[in-house]
């Protein structure tokens, strides 16, 4: 079952379901932003992309932040998605995050971008 994220009800008072890729692309938000020990009952779920707001943005912690994610994907998804490429980038106050995978069941080629940080607005 392909629980839809956020949580809701479709029509008839079900748990609203999602189609799989649209699923998948939904956990990887969720490693992302989740930092570890936030979960109680799974305390090293997620990459902590959420705690590098006070560290200081460079090549170095780009290329960190890549193995940290792969690794956590690899965790956490492995049996859904093959993981072909992360690409972790530092452009001034912006961590750009380029996640390229295939999904195991239909063989169909994704790409996700994320932009985390940037100029307060």
Known sequence: MNVQFPYSFDS???TSQDNLPSHISDM???ILFTSPGERVN???FGCGLIQLVFA???DALA???QQVIQTALLQWL????QVNAVYVSAEEAT????????????????TQQFVYGGPAQ
């Not at 492995?78 to 998605?81: F, K, V």
């Not at 380029?98 to 994704?110: F, G, L, N």
Request: no cysteine; net charge negative; charged share 10%.
């Open 12 to 14: 008839t008072g079900h």
């Open 28 to 30: 990887i938000e969720q």
């Open 42 to 44: 799974r305390p090293t």
């Open 56 to 58: 200081g943005n460079s």
């Open 63 to 65: 290329a960190a932040q």
């Open 78 to 81: 492995s049996d859904l998605i």
């Open 95 to 110: 961590l750009l995050i380029s996640i390229v995978y295939t999904i195991i069941a239909t063989q169909e080629q994704q």
